[in-house]
């Protein structure tokens, strides 16, 4: 696979371009999964969902499933979800409650840990068959960490820490958990899983994206800006639609009040365009007014304070999360195919807020990220049009120089967008690309150009 | 008449029991779906009603789980002049959609009001790529001025819980 060398990949990535095979070239894909889902820390689960031994929840590292489960050690464990006997997939469940996993071709079965348990008509196999072989199991993966009860887990044995890993990022996933008065959340209320026909990297790169919305969004903005607010609603639809006219900020307030940073490892983060003025107190809603008051009496009125005045939109944990803290949305990037992606998206429940909190968080997750949402539903189009049109070749390369030449740096080796609409967070998340792609190789293949 | 033979008669004039009746509103309402008459599809709604596709099979409540539209009567008003918008690229083409209703069921009678049950297949035709949805619809029929309106509708697809590309049209 020449074209794979690292020089060639280095081509690839220039400053202010990317060419577009990076989107529709099934062999670099195929590299991505290797160089970047086999060796980097990759999100799995968050441990409320595996609360006691025996739980377990499927999902994906790559395109290998995987089980994040929790054992009767108290410890949380990610096993390939693949029996040692004949390769088939153990457990089909997405998730549950086990005391042991058992394959349905031969009864093999495994403790929550992966190891095995028992082999039925054990005597009749070779005397070859090791059962004491760790890799005569649902294998372990090598190294799983847990950040604040997010859990991650990689497919190499060797490399950074997660903390080192996430770096200054780790402050989006503390806001996840600081919101809560109890300093505990859980995932509850569902998942949307929806699906499109491009590239899973331009997930990522949207919800970081100043500059769409008001093209993207155009249909809901303008059927919310004339809305009739005397009609009735029961507070669901008002949140939704306060949500769609915020997309409809002037230009001016994308450029230049939003605010977009981006760290090493691909992460990033852009700043909130919702104060509270315009989305939860204008609302004056008396439930927000209880859940301020329950923070003050957990954590006190200076904490509280800065908890609340944190407002980030969405961060991303590159390559396969974005989430986004004052709502509790939680998003999982699954590739399938060089042009296929789904995504999981998910709910916290703030342990300690007041019950009714929750009903924002559902109405809120339903018009951001819902399968059906009147948002959502024209950035999936927009991920479709891209998948449709990238493989033209018309366009070889794809412009990501807005904001180049006049990039800040920033603290924790960061650096900012002057404006908020930089495409800053795509050098940064290719920058990333690049080093997993070639391991650290590219820098040097670039100057030797 | 007397004025307990008034009441019966204003009662049976009110009752939402006929089922030659019902069936012909979920076809007419299928109709307008159909042919993307969404204005008069919403027109079909009561002043506060509410549409909802959850996102699980058996789900109890559209506050504490995601749906996948849970639509206010504020909200629906919202979707419907989005579907209604030129500018609509989630829309751009248009889908083309048919659906069928069928084994209609009046499961409860309410003096002036009903909830039914029917069963839809909506196959959906976009951009060479055709879909099909099949579920129960629940409506709460009640009679204004002589009518029917639609209190709420609930649509149970079989696949709700299935990764599922983009929804836009209304089932």
């Known amino acids: ?449 | 008449m007397s004025t307990v033979a008034n009441l019966a008669a204003g009662a049976a004039a009110n009752a939402v029991a006929d089922p030659r009746e019902i069936e012909a509103f979920l076809t007419h309402e299928a109709a307008l779906l159909d042919e993307a008459r969404y204005d008069e599809w919403l027109a079909l709604f009561t002043a506060d009603a509410w549409y909802w596709v959850p996102s699980q099979v058996g789900q109890r409540d559209p506050f504490d789980t995601i749906s996948l539209m849970y639509d206010d009567r504020r909200l629906l008003e919202t979707r419907v002049r989005r579907l209604m918008q030129g500018v609509l690229h989630a829309q751009t083409p248009r889908s083309a959609a048919s659906r069928q209703v069928t084994n209609v069921v009046i499961l409860e009678r309410q003096p002036g009001a009903a909830l039914v049950r029917s069963k839809f297949t909506m196959a959906e035709y976009r951009r060479n790529a055709q879909r099909v949805f099949a579920g129960t619809y629940l409506h709460r029929l009640v009679r204004v001025d002589g009518g029917l309106k639609i209190a709420s509708k609930r649509v149970n697809l079989v696949n709700c819980e299935a990764e599922l590309e983009g929804l836009v049209v209304p089932f």
């Open chain 1, 1 to 449: 696979m020449p074209e794979n060398r690292s020089e060639t990949l280095a081509r690839l990535v220039q400053p202010d371009r990317v060419h577009r095979s990076l989107y529709t070239d099934p062999a670099i894909f195929a590299l991505e999964m290797e160089r970047i889902f086999e060796r980097t820390w990759i999100y799995v689960g968050h441990e409320s969902q595996v609360k006691n031994p025996g739980d377990f929840v499927a999902t994906r590292i790559g395109l290998k499933p995987v089980l994040l489960t929790r054992h009767s050690d108290g410890r949380v464990y990610v096993l390939h979800n693949q029996c040692a006997h004949r390769g088939a997939q153990v457990v089909a469940d997405a998730s549950g409650n086990a005391q042991e996993f058992r394959c349905c071709y031969h009864g093999w079965s495994y403790h929550t840990d992966g190891r095995i348990k028992n082999i039925p008509l054990r005597h009749g196999y070779s005397s070859r068959l090791d059962v004491s072989d760790p890799k005569l199991a649902m294998v372990q993966l090598p190294r799983v960490e847990s950040y604040r009860g997010f859990v991650f887990a990689s497919l190499a044995a060797d490399g950074p820490p997660l903390k080192a890993f996430l770096g200054h990022i780790a402050t989006s996933l503390d806001d996840m958990v600081d919101r809560a008065p109890d300093n505990e959340i859980e995932i509850a209320g569902g998942v949307f899983k929806h699906t499109y026909n491009g590239n899973w990297k331009l997930y990522l790169e949207n919800l970081l994206d100043a500059a769409h919305p008001l093209f993207v969004h155009h249909s809901s903005i303008e059927a919310a800006k004339v809305q009739d607010d005397a009609v009735p609603s029961d507070g669901s639809g008002e949140i939704a639609i306060r949500q769609m006219r915020q997309n409809g900020a002037s230009y001016g307030f994308w450029e230049s009040q939003v605010g977009i940073w981006a760290y090493p490892n691909g992460h990033g983060y852009i700043g909130d365009y919702h104060d509270d003025a315009k989305l939860v107190a204008a609302m004056n809603d008396p439930v927000f007014r209880d859940y301020i008051a329950a923070l003050e009496a957990k954590k006190g009125k200076a904490e509280t304070k800065r908890v609340l005045e944190l407002r980030r939109w969405n961060t991303n944990i590159y390559p396969n999360v974005s989430f986004m803290s004052q709502f509790q949305q939680f998003r999982v990037v699954h590739p399938i195919a060089v042009d296929r992606t789904v995504v999981y998206t998910y709910n916290f429940r703030l342990k300690g807020a007041p019950e009714k909190m929750f009903r924002n968080t559902i109405a809120f997750a339903n018009v951001v990220n819902g399968t059906g949402s009147l948002v959502l539903t024209d950035d999936l189009e927009t991920y479709d049009r891209i998948g449709a049109g990238v493989g033209s070749g018309g366009a070889e390369w794809l412009q990501i120089g807005r904001g180049l030449d006049t990039d800040i740096p920033d603290a924790h080796d960061g650096r900012r967008g002057k404006n908020s609409t930089s495409e800053v967070y795509l050098r940064n998340m290719f920058d990333a690309w690049l080093g997993y792609m070639t391991a650290g190789k590219a820098g040097l293949a670039a100057a030797a150009e």
